[in-house]
């Protein structure tokens, strides 16, 4: 075998391997409105938080799944529209929705919901417009975007 060929082939299986690891993701086959009992299936965010449990950020509010069964939290965040959800540094998540930001503590059995600030729907200096995104620093400060700005 020439110097080349052991060279190509070498290329050819590190190019496969590199797109593997770059591209492997868990994928979750079957009807997820069937496996966690959403409506509608349309899901904005998923965090885990410090008890394992998965939490999903829905247009129809706040669902927490325990592995087995969710469990939905209608009265968490007004108004419905959540756009996402962050497990924070101190063990505790925090949701975005078109009426604020909430921060959920959780609890194996009663989770409590915070509000954090308060949303309109319309712009004003001392409410937030439509919050979407979380970031947290590596100060644990929070950093949310919303339509007209961070």
Known sequence: MSLSYKLLISFICFFQFACLSVFCQL?????????????????????????????????????????????FYNEACPGGFLKSIKALSDGSLIVTHDKGVTKIIPHIYSPKFEILAVGELFATKDKMFYPKTIFEDSKNRLWIGEDNGI
């Open 27 to 71: 994928r979750i086959s079957g009807n997820i409105n069937e496996f966690i009992n959403l409506s509608s299936g349309l899901y904005k965010g998923l965090a885990v938080d410090k008890f394992g449990f998965v939490w999903m950020a829905t247009d129809e509010g706040l669902y927490r799944f325990d592995g087995k069964k969710s469990t």
